[in-house]
DNA sequence: CTAATGACATTTG
DNA sequence: ACAAATGCCATTA
């Protein structure tokens, strides 16, 4: 049986390490597609929660973006993983993860 | 099969 | 720079 869209999404981000982050557009790229907003979905669904990472995924322009348990809660997460975020926001630049 | 939805992105004001 | 409107794609009802 093939791989649903989300298993895909789910597969690429658990390549993301610990203190580097993500955004859906990357995913979505990774995939050969446009399809962030699914990817969005995939995660909000998220059967692998411990598993995927899916507080190190955020938007495209370096904010935070949703997350199931609070956004406030994916902001702490991800500065204990060593992440600077300075007014809710991300350095793309530095802790952005290629494939 | 058609319509509605969402953890987004890009363009416009 | 920020906020609102428009466009996008796969999933779900």
Redesign the pocket.
Known sequence: MKK???EKCFSILRKVQRGRVT???EIAKALR??????????????PYAPLVP??R?V???G?L????SGSKK?IEMLKKEGIVIL?ERIDLERYLHRF
Request: net charge positive.
């Open positions: 649903s869209f989300n955004t859906y557009k597609c446009k399809a962030y907003r699914a990817v969005g979905n995939a995660m909000s669904k998220n899916c507080h995924v938007n495209a322009n904010k973006g949703g997350f199931a994916k007014n």
